[in-house]
């Protein structure tokens, strides 16, 4: 990477001022006259059909404009009630009956947001319970009450347009990996290693809760003002939604107060603009962290791993993984395909057998959360990774590095893997927490262990993005792209790609927010794949601007294109500073006037291999990879149960770091996330009722939880068709947290812990089991 | 997230203040720093036509040293008393219970008498206040009577109040001389929750030789336990023996109960580790 200038410097983020000085512009903050505020009424039922609902008194209440029923939405013209990304399973609000606890019923528009609420106590309601699921083990039996009588694909994404309309029953995808005879391995084998992992349902937290503002314009055109991590998606399922052409809606997101996942496809705007265009006054819904917990979840995951071992190698692993995707599928199939297909690991098996399920149930809507899965399968397989190096007597940390999967070699699903640095990432990890540094004799009742996790993870493919970069005649520029900043700091990713590729300083270039009246249409922001998509697309809009440069110098200056260069915000010939002209200049000559610009636009859009159904192969099931270790040293008091994590290191092959500082914060950022889920969070649902809803019983990782050593490792091996060679950050540190922590313990104590969150309790009941004690069941 | 609306009602004084409580019985309820009553009322879990600010009453809000200890009005805030030299000094392991909650806005705001008189099974502030022995002062309409805090806690969330009655303040004697007292909280969750379960231990020596040993816990069931029975402890040094003795006492006067934060298996084993520690710890320190 010679010669870069703004490329691999740590800048500082372009929206840190704005942010710490409160200047930012959130949803929250935007005002409109007459905007009505939002109230919902919620199921008190897992199941139920609904016989009865009376909204008189609460219509009849003063200041209240609408109180709005799914029937009433079934009603409007045109609308389909229902939504979703993979089903249209969703309804905008309950039509006939609920399907979880906290499903949206019926909502009222009023003047303010206590007007709202005080309507809704006023709605009476009629339930008759129906049989409901809970299980995800038990909801995949055919005997099981069914969640959807039918499945209806919703045919949004070109990587989802194998789902199936399924027959009668609650799962609502299969995928299917097989390779090799998995059979005759097992019967070979020395060894053979079975267990199950769970992981459970958890929240998202992000800062700002979803929040959604919609109106009519002097046009009667949709405007949205929506904390989404996807406008164009957002546009695209309300104009199939309610029959509107994507011209009559506009989507604009300012900045969010986090997503981790939570904010991706639609939510509150299919309900919300129901509600402007009944009332034709501006509408807005901002959720209470009560109704977050209610609205999407990390999906609860259990699977069953069986390895067999051959003269000390893995010769065949077999994964069944269930996912509990809740009332409605949300994206969840796409989890399960993604990251059903990485559940044997980052590792050289010849014998793989994977059958990754979605299944419904009474609980709250899973969907993606960051890691999108991969989390809850590396849970599994790389917790068995110590498990079988340890009962084998292999070092734990060789155990992976021999099986580890090599530049272009064949992935489980047959893909030859490329800029894939697991190997260092693992030997990186070993380093910085001394691994082969000898271990002192422990007494008493505070025991240390140390413990190595690893894993990977694959981006989506296909997914698209699309760019323009306009350059100004004095030499500045504007970006227009629909990556949404969520604090992950794209806007300042993009800065330095655009402006290293024009030659301009990193503050002359402005990026414009996702305006879909505006701004080209990006997938998600999500699944670390906003640097290389958008990162390539806003780079090769820059090049075709910079090939319109060259056009006019090259003519002026009588010189060769190819020996033209950008820097310093001028044009000039490769050695030769002094012969160039300045970008205003340039424009100048070309335009005769400065009161001008030049656009350009490019997509970004890399392609998939089909995948064969029955096998799970494909020749490209995806675009790059990014893989993960983590590397940790753990305390466990004996008598408590407690874990302290001592130390703590987060090393992820994030590509060439445009921003070295920025993948140092996700890389740490994810794992102080993933700290949290790995020894304390969890959804507790007791019937399909949430019993911890709420902040003061659902805890997140606080700065008192922190690591006293904590450290990210960048790896940067770099991809050849990422822009500079950059691939992404933003999950990488997620990935294998829980594992190194789970690890660490045995390490420290000899027990295995298989079920997350790792409690106090878990912890002590483990050691109890082991001491041969007699536990009473719980 | 909002209130239903309700009228506050600010009395000059503790006689007024009953008068509107009896007067509106079950549709009034006393507000103090409303920490939690505002959440509670927020999230629509509750509500009350009147509220009856006793931020209103003067002198509510004040420690003041006595000769046989101090007593620290109801609306003193958390933050108050965690900072008060007069009760670091004296009473450090008062300030050291009352230091653990929450967070710094919620101790500016939050007051000792609405701790104590919303009754959350898992306040770390009763186990240190019950060490000491402490008292509660209740004004009503009879006028004022005083019961220990042990007799307080009447329940989940329920107490002693009666119909018009206000909590005024509680009384902490002083500490025994020659005592050193410590408050233990053990997280089973984040560094931030909740305690699974509080011990306080007091132990009282003359001449090196033991001469009380007290304890409290909370968390671990509807109300929180003031232990009985260890007058034995009295010239005995805190050997397995012993140790085994006072575990097994605690053992037979706790009924913990399952919640987020542990089984009942869990909670017993803590007792008996949190108990055993508090007790080295003052021997360490000793």
């Known amino acids: 990477m010679a010669n870069l200038a703004v490329v691999g410097q740590s800048v500082y983020r372009k929206d840190a001022n704005p942010k710490v000085t409160g200047k930012a512009l959130h949803v929250g903050n935007i005002e409109m006259p007459g905007m009505l505020q939002v109230a919902v009424l919620r199921s008190p039922y897992a199941h139920a059909r609904i016989t009865r609902i009376d909204k008189s008194k609460a219509a009849g209440l003063e200041g209240v404009a609408l109180v709005m029923t799914g029937v009433d939405v079934a009603k409007m013209p045109g609308v389909d009630p229902y939504y979703g990304p993979a089903f249209r399973d969703q309804p905008i609000l309950a039509v006939d009956k609920v399907c979880y606890v906290g499903d949206p019923v019926v909502a009222v528009a009023a003047r303010d947001q206590r007007t709202a609420e005080d309507a809704l106590q006023l709605v009476e309601v009629d339930y008759e319970p129906l049989p409901a699921v809970f299980d995800v083990l038990e909801a995949v039996r055919p005997e099981s009450p069914l969640v959807h009588e039918r499945h209806r694909p919703a045919k949004a994404f070109a990587d989802l347009a194998h789902v199936k309309a399924g027959q009668q029953s609650n799962i609502c995808y299969h995928f299917k990996l097989r390779t090799g005879d998995v059979d005759k391995a097992f019967a070979d084998a020395d060894r053979v290693f079975e267990d199950t992992f769970s992981s459970p349902p958890a929240q998202h937290m992000p800062m700002e809760p979803h929040v959604t503002l919609v109106y009519l314009d002097e046009q009667e055109r949709l405007n949205v003002w929506t904390a989404s991590q996807s406008p164009s998606y957002v546009r695209t399922e309300l104009s199939n939604t309610f029959s509107i052409p994507m011209h009559h809606i506009r989507v604009r997101v300012p900045y969010i107060g986090g997503g981790y996942g939570a904010k991706l496809y639609a939510k509150l705007e299919p309900l919300v603009t129901a509600l402007a265009l009944i009332t034709k006054k501006p509408v807005r819904y901002a959720l209470t962290r009560e109704e977050e917990f209610l609205t999407i979840t990390k999906h609860k995951v259990i699977t069953k791993i069986k390895t067999a071992i051959k003269n000390g190698s893995i010769t065949a692993r077999k994964c069944e993984v269930f996912w509990d995707t809740g009332a409605y599928a949300e994206i969840g199939p796409r989890i399960g395909h993604k990251s059903g297909y990485t559940a044997a690991g980052p590792y050289r098996i010849p014998n793989v057998w994977i059958d990754s399920y979605c299944v419904y149930t009474n609980h709250v809507p899973a969907g993606a959360f960051r890691g999108f899965g991969v989390p809850q399968v590396i849970w599994a397989y790389d917790s068995q990774m110590d498990i079988i190096a340890r009962a084998i007597g292999e070092d734990p940390v060789e155990f992976r590095l021999k099986p580890a999967l090599e530049e272009g070699e064949s992935f489980a699903t047959g893909t030859l893997v490329r800029s894939f640095g697991i190997k260092e990432a693992i030997r990186q990890a070993a380093r910085a927490i001394e691994w082969s540094k000898p271990r002192p004799v422990q007494t008493g009742t505070k025991l240390r262990g140390k413990g190595i996790a690893a894993g990977v993870k694959a981006v989506l493919t296909p997914s698209i993005s699309g760019a323009i970069v306009i350059m100004n005649a004095d030499g500045t520029a504007n970006v227009l792209s629909s990556t949404v900043e969520m604090g992950q700091g794209s806007e300042t990713t993009m800065g330095q790609i655009v402006a290293e590729e024009l030659g301009i300083a990193f503050d002359q270039v402005h990026i414009v927010q996702p305006d879909t009246d505006v701004t080209p249409y990006d997938t998600i922001t999500a699944g670390s794949r906003s640097t290389y998509h958008m990162g390539n697309a806003v780079r090769m809009a820059a090049v075709k601007i910079k090939a319109k440069l060259f056009e006019v110098v090259a003519a002026k200056l009588e010189a060769h294109p190819d020996d033209l260069v950008a820097g310093g915000g001028r044009i000039f010939v490769r050695g030769m500073a002094e012969r160039g002209m300045t970008i205003s200049e340039i424009f100048l000559a070309k335009f005769g006037s400065l009161g001008t610009t030049l656009a350009a636009e490019a997509v970004c859009q890399p392609t998939a291999g089909h995948m064969d159904p029955e096998t799970g192969q494909s020749e490209k099931c995806t675009e790059y990879w990014f893989p993960s270790a983590t590397a940790a040293e753990v305390e466990v008091d004996t008598e408590t149960g407690q874990v302290k994590v001592l130390q703590l290191f987060s090393v992820g092959d994030t590509g060439t770091a445009i921003n070295p500082r920025h993948c140092e914060q996700q890389l740490l950022g994810a794992a102080i996330m993933h700290l949290g889920l790995t020894l304390f969070e969890e959804m507790i649902f007791d019937e399909g009722q949430l019993v911890n809803g709420s902040l003061l019983d659902y805890q997140v990782a606080s700065i008192k939880d922190m690591p006293e050593s904590f450290r990210p490792i960048v790896v940067e091996v770099p991809h050849e068709t990422g822009p500079f060679g950059a691939k992404g950050a933003g999950e990488t540190g997620a990935l294998t947290v829980a594992p190194a922590i789970a690890n660490a313990i045995q390490d420290a104590t000899g027990v295995r812990i298989r079920g997350l969150p790792i409690t106090p309790e878990k912890v002590l009941r483990a050691l109890a089991e082991k001491k041969g004690e007699a536990l009473p069941q719980d | ?286």
């Open chain 2, 1 to 286: 997230m909002t209130i239903r609306s309700f009228d506050l009602l600010q009395p000059r004084s503790l006689a007024e203040a009953s008068d509107l409580l009896l007067k509106h019985r079950d549709e009034a309820r006393p507000i103090a720093g409303g920490t939690t009553l505002v959440i509670l009322m927020k999230q629509r879990a509750v509500h009350y036509p009147y509220l009856v600010d006793l931020q209103s009453i003067p002198g509510l809000n004040r420690i003041a040293k006595e000769v046989d200890g101090i007593r620290i009005g109801a609306l003193v805030t958390h933050r108050t008393v965690e900072l008060s030299r007069l009760v670091r000094n004296s009473f450090p392991v008062v300030a050291e219970a009352f230091s653990t909650i929450g967070n710094v806005r919620v101790r500016e705001t939050a007051s000792v008498g609405g701790n104590l008189a919303h009754a959350d099974y898992r306040l770390d502030p009763p186990p240190a206040l019950l060490l000491l022995k402490s008292e509660v002062t209740l004004f009503g309409p009879g006028g004022s009577r005083v019961i220990p805090l042990k007799d307080f806690f009447t329940g989940m969330y329920e107490t002693a109040l009666e119909a018009g009655e206000i909590l005024v303040d509680v009384k902490i004697p002083n500490m025994p001389t020659g005592s050193k007292a410590v408050y233990l909280r053990h997280s089973a969750l984040s560094a931030n929750d909740w305690p699974c379960l509080g011990v306080a231990a007091l132990v009282s020596k003359e001449n090196g030789r033991v001469r009380e040993l007290r304890l409290a816990l909370s968390g671990l069931a509807a109300t929180p336990v003031s232990v009985d029975g260890l007058e034995f402890v009295r010239d005995c040094s805190f050997d397995d023996s012993v140790l085994d003795r006072i575990l097994g006492i605690v053992d037979e006067q706790i009924a913990p109960f399952y919640d987020l934060r542990g089984s009942e298996w869990y909670k017993r084993r803590m007792a008996r580790v949190f108990v055993r520690r508090a007790i080295a710890q003052l021997e360490s320190q000793a």
